[in-house]
């Protein structure tokens, strides 16, 4: 048995359920959106382009640019009251299942902004899965919560998986 639970060895064979493989497999195939809206957006590309840090290990190998390829939305900045519309209709055109992760302290809670252009946390708008602190967040700040995402995906998540439920 694997440690995650889904594959049982029983004598050269393999069994699993369908949904635990399907789980297993889109665990390892994260596809990400990048919504960068301000400084942590520069974090990202480190992120997706750099060598040290190569998210490709965990199935993400390119950003998408269109919202219909991609099953995580990275809000990374400060969000704005005009800008909401916009990230809303973007997160409408994703696919399920979908997940959100907002990047840094001003997605998580609008950081320094407490004014009335800009919302106190994308949560105010969207479902937000993880949230990664940091004014930028680190590389394996983020590295860690697309760990926690698989982990989710893979435990049967009741907003997640193969299988949306509620």
């Not at 699993?16 to 957006?41: E, K, M």
């Amino acid at each position: 048995m694997s440690a995650d639970g889904v594959f049982r060895d029983q004598g050269g064979f393999v069994t699993t359920t369908v949904d635990s493989f399907l789980r297993w497999a889109q665990s390892n195939s994260i596809w990400p959106l990048t919504f960068g809206l301000a400084c942590c957006a520069i974090e990202m590309m480190n992120l997706a382009s750099g060598p040290r840090y190569d998210i490709a290990r965990f199935g993400s190998e390119a950003f998408r640019a269109s919202p219909r390829q991609a099953d995580l939305i990275f809000i990374s900045g400060r969000v704005s009251n005009k800008m909401a519309p916009v990230i809303k209709r973007v997160y409408s055109q994703m696919l399920e299942p979908k997940w959100v992760v907002a990047f840094g302290a001003c997605a998580s809670s609008g950081g320094i902004f407490d004014n009335y252009a800009i919302m106190q946390g994308v949560d105010n708008l969207l479902p937000v899965d993880i949230y990664v602190p940091g004014c930028p967040p680190t590389p394996e700040a983020v590295i860690y919560a697309v760990q926690k995402l698989r982990d989710r995906i893979r435990k049967e998540d009741p907003r997640g998986g193969i299988i949306v439920r509620g």
